[in-house]
């Protein structure tokens, strides 16, 4: 800070609200708010060219050096001033860059990560403490004064599709036999492998999967965390949906990192493996420039979830998925920036217990 020609530049990823009659900026990638005057905004407009303190000096000469100088280091504290050409400018760029379609409401996904959990291991009494002081919603709706007719019920029995729709559960605790390496195959082409090609006039040949994907753009990836399968070198692998293979990665696997990945769920230790899916934004932002389409990915996930489990279920295994996530920490041992492709959602699956 002390070398006059240190330049500074303002975060792009900011986003500015009031609360309680107090202005409050947010940079949405780091997660770090400020509270200042409306005045302090000049100050970032002032640096949304790289410029030097001392610039800035000259420019609010109106006011005190102390007071402006105390501005700056309280909004590069804040990482809303950044030094140009770091490594946090580069990061911010990128978002800005890379997300520039979907800003500023893409802001949500960045400002979501690395969310503080209530730990597992709190009294059941410190817990309730965390629940919102209003009354409990209703489960259902309602339809005061509708007419209403009542549906007869169905027998289930007899048809394995809905025998195991109605099977599916989430699993907590697993048996600690290894998973053939067959069975991993099937879960991973059945939910996240290509099934086949459809021809466009527009778009040319596009890949189909087991679940829907706005425009058949399939931004989902997959990443194979295996713990115990049978044929399988225990480790961390990229699956390649269009050719049913595994690229398996530099990076270490164990029953404590399913917990933390998990944010901590130690149930999930007993796992044989987990399913990370992450999502390279890129394709969806691609063709649909609008922000809704963030929705569509996140909608995405969640039909790949549900298929996975499903498949898991009808393979007579024990699955679960968790949006609990320690992001920071999966994306830095995947290998992945958190930007342009992030993390959203976890599933896993192990023999049923006994």
Request: hydrophobic content about 40%.
């Amino acid at each position: 800070m002390g070398q006059a020609s240190l330049k500074l530049k303002s975060a792009s990823c900011q986003i500015a609200y009031w609360a309680s009659g107090k202005l409050r900026i947010v940079n949405y990638l780091t997660r770090r708010e400020f509270s200042t005057n409306p005045a302090t905004l000049n100050v970032i407009r002032f640096f949304f060219t790289p410029r030097t303190i001392q610039d800035a000096l000259v420019e609010f000469r109106s006011y005190s050096k102390k007071s402006v100088a105390k501005a700056i280091l309280q909004l590069v504290d804040a990482q809303l001033l950044l030094e140009y050409g770091s490594t946090d400018w580069e990061r911010d760029e990128l978002v800005g860059s890379s997300w520039s379609r979907w800003l500023p409401e893409g802001g949500f996904h960045f400002m979501t990560k690395d969310t503080p959990y209530v730990p597992p291991d709190w009294p059941i009494e410190e817990k309730l403490k965390t629940l919102s002081s209003s009354p409990v919603p209703p489960q259902f709706k309602t339809i005061r004064g509708a007419d209403t007719i009542r549906l007869s019920s169905h027998e289930m029995a007899g048809d394995p599709f809905f025998e195991t729709l109605h099977a599916r559960r989430t699993h907590r605790e697993f048996a600690k036999g290894k998973l053939p390496l067959e069975t991993i195959s099937k879960l991973l082409q059945t939910t996240w492998g290509v099934q086949g090609y459809f021809q466009t006039n527009v778009f040319g040949k596009l890949p189909y999967k087991t679940s829907p994907s706005g425009g058949a753009r399939h931004p989902v990836e997959v990443y194979l965390m295996a713990l115990r399968v049978d044929g399988l070198e225990r480790g961390m692998y990229h699956y390649h949906a269009k050719d049913n293979r595994l690229a398996k990665l530099v990076a270490k696997v164990s029953p404590r990192l399913v917990s933390a990945y998990c944010a901590d769920q130690s149930w999930f230790a007993g796992a044989a493996a987990l399913f990370i899916m992450t999502a390279v934004f890129a394709r969806t932002m691609w063709k649909y420039g609008r922000a809704r389409a963030y929705r569509v990915v996140l909608l995405e996930t969640g039909h790949l979830c549900q298929t996975f489990c499903l498949t898991a279920t009808r393979l007579g295994l024990a699955p679960f998925c968790t949006a609990a996530l320690r992001d920071s920490l999966i994306e830095r041992d995947l290998g992945i920036d958190g930007i342009s492709e992030s993390v959203l959602y976890v599933a896993g699956v192990g023999l049923v217990a006994g």
